[in-house]
């Protein structure tokens, strides 16, 4: 089973809780972007990332806590996105304000029938956009992850 491959995003130990609640058994994808921080502003990503082959009805669900800092003024930025093949299937983003999740938010049967019957790339993407010098930082942990109907490729 190929594994998640990204920059800014780590593999925490096997059923590790971030924070307050519990995330349940498997690992625990933790990523973190800042921008701003020592006049070094602008747009800041990171993604992890992994291939897979889809059915022909798939869905994902996964379990999240996020903490997006962006409240340095109106026009700073974070965001969480989950993509499948560069297109965003949900996405929480915030500006000018802070977000945060304390508990394990549940994300269930989010539709991926545009993309069934081909190997894909699931993408966790998390992001920061700073116009000064202010610290502006986008924390993800996600864990569960789980494709219905996702499988082998067919043989060529």
């Known amino acids: ?24 058994n498997g690992p625990v994808l933790f990523g973190q972007v800042s921008s701003g921080i ?18 022909q009805k798939p869905s994902l669900s996964y379990r999240r806590r996020l903490d997006l800092s962006a409240a340095v003024n109106m026009y700073t930025s974070a965001a969480f996105t989950v993509l499948v093949d560069g297109v965003a299937v949900d996405e929480v983003s915030t500006m000018g304000m802070d977000y945060a999740e304390n508990m394990w938010t549940e994300r269930s049967g989010i539709d991926l ?39 082998t490729a067919p043989e060529q």
């Open 1 to 24: 089973e190929p594994s998640w491959q990204g920059e800014g995003w780590q593999l925490l130990a096997e059923g590790l809780a971030a924070g307050e609640g519990q995330a349940g």
């Open 113 to 151: 029938a545009e993309f069934a019957d081909r190997t894909v790339t699931l993408t966790f993407q998390v992001a920061a956009n700073a116009n000064v010098g202010a610290d502006v930082t986008a924390k993800a942990w996600v864990a569960g992850i789980a494709v219905e109907d996702a499988g």
């Open 38 to 55: 020592n006049g070094d502003g602008g747009n800041k990503v990171r993604t992890v990332s992994r291939r897979m082959f889809l059915g």
